[in-house]
């Protein structure tokens, strides 16, 4: 009997000891991708294949795109948020991932998509036109937080649904007024039209911009701004 006892005792013991180690695995486990918080140093995954595609093709990369987030892609990141405005530390949180077009909580890139989130190559043609026209002295970024701003404005119940209801409403762009969007745009304008569609948003949603040097309305200096790139302010 008392044999008996001591081998349920033992029993006992090794099943709380197995629930403790389980508990402890479960506990020291790294979460999954899809509810990844920040992306750093040492993470891995489709996530970090996204962001070094999207640094690769915009001039930020150099290394292999290989789900893996060494040194150089940390110095990549580091890159893009000193050139963005952004808090240079070298960490993929909330304002970097939206900068780059990324959900943090998903394993998939917010903003790119195979058959270009539905625009035709017209309407790319047409934005990068307008890019052209707006924006073509100003730096990459810039460019591309022009043609961001028009793609805002579709998405956005205020505005026209489509990209040419954007830039063709009255008053609305400077070139269409003076006959600039008639010029055709460079390669680079192409590239930033297209880097729009993909999810590339530098302005953070912002659904205006103006060069403040040359602006005349009262009304766009009263928008909030969120960031200046180049010559121009970009506002809510």
């Not at 990844?36 to 070094?52: F, R």
């Amino acid at each position: 009997m008392k044999k008996y006892a001591i081998r349920i005792t033992a029993v006992l013991l090794l099943i709380v000891t197995l629930s403790v180690c389980i508990v402890g695995i479960s506990l020291n486990s790294e979460e999954p991708a899809y509810a990844a918080t920040v992306l750093k140093q040492g993470s891995t995954g489709t996530l970090v294949t996204t962001v070094q595609t999207k640094l690769k093709r915009w001039g930020y990369y150099t290394g292999n795109i290989d789900g893996i987030f060494g040194s150089k892609t940390k110095s990549a990141v580091l890159y893009f948020q000193r050139k963005n405005g952004l808090v240079a530390d070298g960490i993929i949180g909330t304002k970097t991932a939206a900068a780059l077009g990324i959900n943090l909580n998903s394993n998939t890139s917010s903003g790119t998509s195979s058959s270009n989130g539905g625009y035709t190559s017209s309407d790319i043609y047409l934005l990068a036109k307008v890019v052209y026209a707006e924006a073509r002295g100003e730096p990459y970024t810039g460019k591309v937080a022009v043609a961001a701003v028009v793609l805002n404005r579709v998405k956005s119940s205020s505005f026209p649904n489509t990209i040419s209801g954007v830039v063709y409403q009255p008053y609305a762009f400077t070139a269409v007024s003076d006959g600039q969007i008639n010029l055709t745009p460079n390669e680079e304008c192409k590239k930033a039209a297209q880097d729009a569609i993909n999810g590339w948003d530098p302005t953070y949603g912002c659904l205006y911009y103006y060069n403040p040097a040359v602006a005349t309305s009262a009304w766009i200096f009263s928008r909030p701004t969120v960031i200046t790139i180049g010559n121009h302010v970009f506002a809510k």
